[in-house]
DNA sequence: TAAGTACATTGCAATATTACGATGTATATT
DNA sequence: AATATACATCGTAATATTGCAATGTACTTA
């Protein structure tokens, strides 16, 4: 039997990220940015073309301008990626450190399963 | 100017997997179970306990059964958990084979970046 | 067989995400 | 200065996610 310890009204839909520590809170924040495919081919297009601007990226997913704007703003806002202003034009291109960074932080969860395990699992 | 070639109606809340390939919607979708810190506390204690059962989550998180279950599913649904089944409890672990593959599928996207790069991004 | 334990599923409320048209801001061109 | 270009932001509608109480299902024990 489960008691509800917890008698406050519930709060639905929001994250307890007080539950939780850094490494998991973080971990979980640039997840959440690579979860979306029209991102990961953002990135990849960034990673074929070293920069890019917002039009290119508009022809080549066929979205519209604001929806890419909005998937570039939360690219940028794990600093995955960066814009530097050119002109009228914005050129975003991959953060060199930050990209490893990430890379690090994800193989660090991922290094963590043992290579090899005797017979245990399920 | 941007002229807006789709006269439909939009479909918002609608992600539109289908102008993005195989690889970035896999990899999105592994992702998004990722990207819940609950979810990435799960795994990390199934790492160190190599098996667990729900109970055990819900006093170690403290979430309700309920949502230890549903996060449990969503786990599972990519595969990277599997449970079996022992008298009344059902018994979670890491399921080897898919977390390297996973492990794999970041890695290839990580990989994508060279190194070292001249002088030219931004 | 009845009561208890363990977990899944359902239903629902609150919040978050996705997408795009419309609009705003800044630079560039005529 | 007026127009065009490039991108951000706002507003809004549709859908998805999160969390939990209540309930359902299956095994276990008294």
Redesign the interface.
Known sequence: M?L?VNLNKAEMGV???D???E???E???V??V????????I??HL?KS??CINGDL?QE?????ATISQHLRELKSVGII???IEGSRI????N?VR?TE??NQ??E??D??PTA?PG???
């Open positions: 489960y509800s994250t307890k990220s539950l939780f520590n490494m998991q809170n971990l979980a924040t997840a959440k690579l979860a979306h495919p029209a991102r990961v081919a990135i990849q990673l070293n920069a508009v997913l066929g979205l519209a301008q960066q814009g530097t050129s975003y291109c991959i060199p990209w990430i890379k994800f193989n969860l991922f963590q399963y395990i245990e699992c399920c």
